[in-house]
Nanobody, 118 residues
Framework: QVQLVESGGGLVQPGGSLRLSCAASGSIFSIYAIGWYRQGPGNQRELVAAITTDGNTNYEHSVKGRFTISGDNAKNTVYLQMNSLKPEDTAVYYC????????????WGQGTQVTVSS
């Protein structure tokens, strides 16, 4: 089993920045990739960014150039640096891990609220 704990959410003004952290523990060796999802009010959950264990990344088109996903293997932590935040980025952000065998997002964190508002 893999446990994921997010932190770093909060209230920020439009144009501001936040950095989310996702700390992984447990069966770390079974992780193939980690992604950040978000679910805004009335919206479906969407994949925002993901990073594989060998460092490959991908981003949802609306966050390209504004968000950066990175990993620190020594700390078993993945970060999501969010710059130039917009009100439409308001959502609960979830960290999720892809199992190396199933290749599905089998493990989820509890979520952290990000609110972009003046």
């Amino acid at each position: 089993q893999v446990q994921l704990v997010e932190s770093g959410g909060g209230l920020v003004q439009p144009g501001g920045s936040l950095r989310l952290s996702c700390a992984a523990s447990g069966s770390i060796f079974s992780i193939y990739a980690i992604g950040w999802y978000r679910q805004g009010p009335g919206n479906q959950r969407e994949l925002v960014a993901a990073i594989t264990t060998d460092g490959n990344t991908n981003y949802e088109h609306s966050v390209k150039g504004r968000f950066t996903i990175s990993g620190d293997n020594a700390k078993n932590t993945v970060y999501l640096q969010m710059n130039s935040l917009k009100p439409e980025d308001t959502a609960v952000y979830y960290c999720a891990a892809v199992d190396i065998n199933s290749r599905n997002y089998d493990y989820w964190g509890q979520g952290t609220q990000v609110t972009v508002s003046s």
